[in-house]
């Protein structure tokens, strides 16, 4: 099968160039079209026959194991069918792993992303040059995943399915996701100034982020609340507004990180076990939903930042206890009076 050179570098120069690779890719793609071609109209599955094409002339030639020419005379019109669509099946292999090889350097980042469709589990998504899957277990219960939505999303890795197929997968529970939006909202974050020292999350529900800074006429927590808490609330509408978001001082003193963690509740004291890593932590009755949270979500979250677990102890506020005592009072007047 012989092209002449002018329309065979034509046609080259005009794939690559559309679909953005190498000649080199397209020579390769030919190759093993070609000989696909072949075999199917030989009946030929011989390993040691290979196809070579000449990149100057696009002469392309059918070879035996020992480098002669095989080449049938009426290398027609089927098998250049054949080899038309191998080629575009390669071209368009090719493009996508290229595609797959550009986002490998974009794991981590976060992007804008359509829904496109979704099934009973995986959300997919226009990521712009590529789809994204959003498997179910990276999804938020409370986001609504309508065609054409846009979700801001984490690029969390590049995996292989069962099929060996690579994916894109997004995420929109990772703690990456929380930490790049603050990243890109707050400044001092981006420059180093202000220190993310963890982050734990109940995606949907809440999150706690502990903040740190060396420097003292930097306000941490203030940078990333920002003013009239404009930067928070920023990212909490990134996440779909649902999540609220607690920001923190970080401490190396497991006391006071458990008193930050656990506001808005008011803590009376601790008591800690630093060997079994337990912490008692004693509220006022009337703080106790406060402290442990809607479905516990406020304690766990808490247990995850410390690394301790906690155990929510309630005491009896002033006002009762002096309540008591004076009914105390009055039953004893009482059994005084009447004997």
């Given at each position: 099968m012989v092209?002449?050179?002018?329309?065979?570098?034509?046609?080259?120069?005009q794939i690559a160039n559309e679909r953005g690779i190498a000649p080199e890719d397209v020579f390769a793609s030919i190759e093993e079209a070609?000989?696909?071609?072949?075999?199917?109209?030989?009946?030929?599955?011989?390993?040691?026959?290979?196809a070579k094409i000449d990149p100057q002339t696009g002469i392309v030639k059918i070879l035996d194991k020992n480098g002669k020419d095989i080449t049938p005379e009426n290398f027609g019109r089927i098998a250049a069918q054949t080899a038309k669509q191998v080629i575009l099946q390669k071209i368009r292999l090719v493009e996508k792993m290229r595609t797959i090889k550009a986002f490998e350097e974009k794991v981590g980042d976060i992007i804008k992303a359509r829904v496109i469709r979704r099934d009973n589990r995986n959300v997919y998504m226009d990521i712009g040059k590529a789809e994204g899957v959003l498997p179910i277990d990276e999804q938020i219960d409370k986001d609504n995943y309508r065609p054409n939505s846009v979700f801001t999303v984490l690029i969390k890795e590049i995996k292989e399915d069962k099929?060996?197929?690579?994916?894109?997968?997004?995420?929109?529970?990772?703690?990456?996701?929380?930490?790049?939006l603050l990243r890109r909202e707050v400044p001092e974050i981006e420059s180093g100034s202000v220190e993310i020292k963890k982050i734990v999350r109940a995606p949907g529900e809440r999150a706690k982020v502990a903040v740190y800074s060396k420097s003292r006429i930097i306000d941490a927590v203030g940078a990333c609340v920002g003013q009239k808490g404009v930067r928070v609330q920023t990212i909490t509408k990134e996440l779909g507004e649902s999540?609220?978001?607690?920001?923190?001082?970080?401490?190396?003193?497991?006391?006071?990180?458990?008193?930050?963690?656990?506001?808005p509740a008011k803590v009376e004291k601790i008591k800690l076990d630093n060997k079994k890593k337990t912490a008692k932590v004693y509220v006022?009755?009337?703080?106790?939903?406060?402290?442990?949270?809607?479905?516990?979500?406020?304690v766990n979250l808490t247990v995850k930042l410390v690394g301790f677990d906690i155990d929510?102890?309630?005491v009896k506020s002033d006002?009762?206890?002096?309540?008591?005592?004076?009914?105390?009072?009055?039953?004893?007047?009482t059994q005084e009076e009447e004997s």
């Amino acid at each position: 099968m012989v092209i002449t050179r002018n329309e065979f570098i034509l046609a080259i120069n005009q794939i690559a160039n559309e679909r953005g690779i190498a000649p080199e890719d397209v020579f390769a793609s030919i190759e093993e079209a070609v000989l696909v071609a072949y075999r199917k109209e030989t009946n030929d599955e011989s390993e040691e026959i290979t196809a070579k094409i000449d990149p100057q002339t696009g002469i392309v030639k059918i070879l035996d194991k020992n480098g002669k020419d095989i080449t049938p005379e009426n290398f027609g019109r089927i098998a250049a069918q054949t080899a038309k669509q191998v080629i575009l099946q390669k071209i368009r292999l090719v493009e996508k792993m290229r595609t797959i090889k550009a986002f490998e350097e974009k794991v981590g980042d976060i992007i804008k992303a359509r829904v496109i469709r979704r099934d009973n589990r995986n959300v997919y998504m226009d990521i712009g040059k590529a789809e994204g899957v959003l498997p179910i277990d990276e999804q938020i219960d409370k986001d609504n995943y309508r065609p054409n939505s846009v979700f801001t999303v984490l690029i969390k890795e590049i995996k292989e399915d069962k099929f060996g197929n690579q994916r894109i997968i997004l995420s929109r529970r990772d703690n990456k996701l929380l930490e790049q939006l603050l990243r890109r909202e707050v400044p001092e974050i981006e420059s180093g100034s202000v220190e993310i020292k963890k982050i734990v999350r109940a995606p949907g529900e809440r999150a706690k982020v502990a903040v740190y800074s060396k420097s003292r006429i930097i306000d941490a927590v203030g940078a990333c609340v920002g003013q009239k808490g404009v930067r928070v609330q920023t990212i909490t509408k990134e996440l779909g507004e649902s999540e609220k978001i607690d920001i923190l001082n970080y401490s190396d003193n497991v006391e006071e990180l458990i008193r930050s963690a656990l506001a808005p509740a008011k803590v009376e004291k601790i008591k800690l076990d630093n060997k079994k890593k337990t912490a008692k932590v004693y509220v006022n009755e009337d703080q106790a939903a406060l402290a442990i949270g809607q479905k516990g979500v406020n304690v766990n979250l808490t247990v995850k930042l410390v690394g301790f677990d906690i155990d929510i102890i309630q005491v009896k506020s002033d006002s009762s206890e002096k309540a008591t005592a004076s009914e105390d009072k009055k039953t004893t007047e009482t059994q005084e009076e009447e004997s």
